[in-house]
């Protein structure tokens, strides 16, 4: 996999500081997932811990770093996406604990359940997914990070990148308004990755072309202006944390994310910010943390986090 060199000390491979950002972030909010900003910001996480909600050791990571490490592998073995590879992945991580920490799947979403045992039942791929407005929940955007670098990584063209991201998020989440998120987030992996100048300027960049993709593909915008707020960085940063919300919506959590990172200035600043908002906090945890990791780069990630991580090893070896 190729190598990207950007305003940093050293030259990482993509995948390695992206993938491992999400298992960082991941980890770092699993232990106070659930718990109320007001429970969290009392006794705010400082540094990777163990326990918590579902009492786990420290450095265990959940079902978005699951599904993120399914995708992952799919792609590696593949060597592209194979839609039905990747949900037998998933059948395999429910079923056999695959891709999980201790071999047992946990955390698992209700909409990602439902995809996944439709499928088990025999549905097809384009009807297993959720299509009502209610199935609009995060779980498909906490996992689309391997696809996005795999667009990106291939040149394809905006149509051809999110096409394959549609499609992968529509596995279980087969709703607009949540594949324009993970479209969205193309874009700003997209941004982190090819322009030059600050953080905020390049998620501007990713910003404004996944706009302006979208004003044209969608034949109804409607569903488009629930990410308006996410026009303007700069402005989007100002906005004060009470008005963030940090739930499982798809729309509050790709917020959660990139607020957290355009208002810190490293990976352990954006990552400790994005899970003491608290609620969703391993996910939103996970999605700041993806979009960091590329933009600062995996020397950034602090060493004794990494340290803790539950199979680290065999995460970077997939990552390689």
Request: charged share 25%; aromatic share 10%; glycine share 10%.
């Amino acid at each position: 996999m190729m190598k990207y060199n950007a305003d940093r000390k050293s030259a990482d491979n993509i995948w390695l500081s992206g993938i491992m950002g999400v298992v960082v972030g991941d980890a770092l909010g699993c232990p106070v997932q659930f718990r109320s900003r007001e429970e969290v910001q009392a006794d705010p996480v400082t540094t990777m811990i163990g326990h918590g909600t579902y009492d786990m050791p420290v450095g265990t990571w959940t079902d978005d770093s699951s599904m993120t490490l399914a995708l992952l592998d799919s792609i590696r073995d593949k060597g592209g996406i194979d839609l039905q590879d990747i949900m037998n992945r998933f059948v395999r991580w429910i079923r056999n604990g695959e891709y999980t920490p201790f071999g047992e799947a946990f955390d698992v979403g209700h909409g990602t359940m439902a995809a996944i045992v439709r499928y088990m039942k025999g549905d097809d791929l384009q009807s297993c997914g959720g299509t009502t407005e209610r199935d609009n929940g995060n779980g498909s955007l906490m996992r689309i990070l391997p696809a996005c670098l795999y667009a990106y990584e291939n040149k394809l063209t905006d149509e051809e990148a999110v096409s394959i991201i549609h499609q992968v998020a529509g596995l279980t989440h087969n709703h607009i308004r949540g594949q324009i998120a993970c479209g969205l987030y193309y874009f700003c992996v997209r941004g982190l990755l090819d322009e030059e100048g600050s953080l905020v300027e390049r998620l501007q960049k990713g910003i404004d072309d996944g706009f302006r993709f979208y004003e044209e593909f969608l034949k109804d915008s409607s569903e488009l202006s629930h990410y308006d707020r996410l026009r303007d960085m700069k402005m989007f940063s100002e906005v004060p944390e009470p008005q963030i919300k940090s739930s499982g919506y798809v729309v509050d959590t790709i917020e959660a994310a990139i607020w957290s990172i355009i208002t810190t200035d490293s990976f352990k600043s954006c990552e400790l910010k994005a899970v003491n908002l608290g609620d969703d906090s391993d996910t939103v945890g996970a999605i700041a943390g993806g979009l960091a990791g590329l933009f600062y780069g995996y020397d950034a990630i602090p060493k004794e986090w990494l340290e803790v991580i539950q199979r680290r090893e065999w995460i970077e070896e997939l990552c390689k």
